[in-house]
């Protein structure tokens, strides 16, 4: 009977444990454009949905775009090592109000422009880069949850050089075709 019962402990502790490792979220990133110009901040479209069999209440990035840098963490990579980018840090140090959540039923999906990173992404050199976004839900409860998306390509194309006509250069005389 010590056994049976030892044995049953055992199995409740295992599948209870399996229970907790259910994904709960996944993520699916999309960037918007296929490439950027160096200096400018590349927009992102991350598909959130709700896998579980229960309902959550989750933080509404698109409706907060200031937490986006926290609750949405983007990571850029160039021929998989990750790129050291300056970064702002934010970290609001507190609980997020009741007011900033939202109903996420099992099966629904929210959509979530992400347009405000804490790193400086318009430092970026011209390249080709890939990135992913390593995604808080931020609801009641959620501990250290983190939800890592698909890896996209990412790619920065130098900026286009100012054109100059002949009448708009120092030093150049227009010729008869300009006239």
């Not at 949850?145 to 100012?162: A, T, W």
């Amino acid at each position: 009977m010590k056994t049976l019962l030892i044995l049953a402990l055992l199995c409740s502790s295992l599948f209870g444990r399996a229970a907790e490792r259910e994904p709960t979220f996944s993520a699916q990133l999309r960037p918007l454009q296929e490439s950027i110009v160096a200096g400018t901040v590349p927009r992102f479209e991350l598909k959130v949905t709700n896998v579980s069999k229960r309902a959550y209440r989750v933080m509404r990035l698109d409706k907060r775009e200031d937490w986006q840098q926290v609750f949405a963490h983007l990571t850029v990579t160039q021929m998989g090592k990750e790129v050291q980018i300056s970064a702002t840090i934010w970290d609001p140090a507190f609980d997020v109000p009741d007011a900033d959540l939202t109903a996420f039923a099992p099966g629904g999906s929210m959509i979530i422009l992400l347009k405000k990173f804490a790193q400086h992404l318009e430092e970026l050199e011209p390249g080709d880069y890939k990135a992913f976004v390593s995604y808080r839900p931020a609801y009641h409860g959620a501990g250290g949850l983190v939800i890592r998306s698909n890896e996209v390509p990412l790619r920065v194309v130098p900026k286009p050089e100012p054109i100059q006509s002949a009448q708009t250069t120092p030093g150049l005389r227009p010729s008869v075709s300009d006239l």
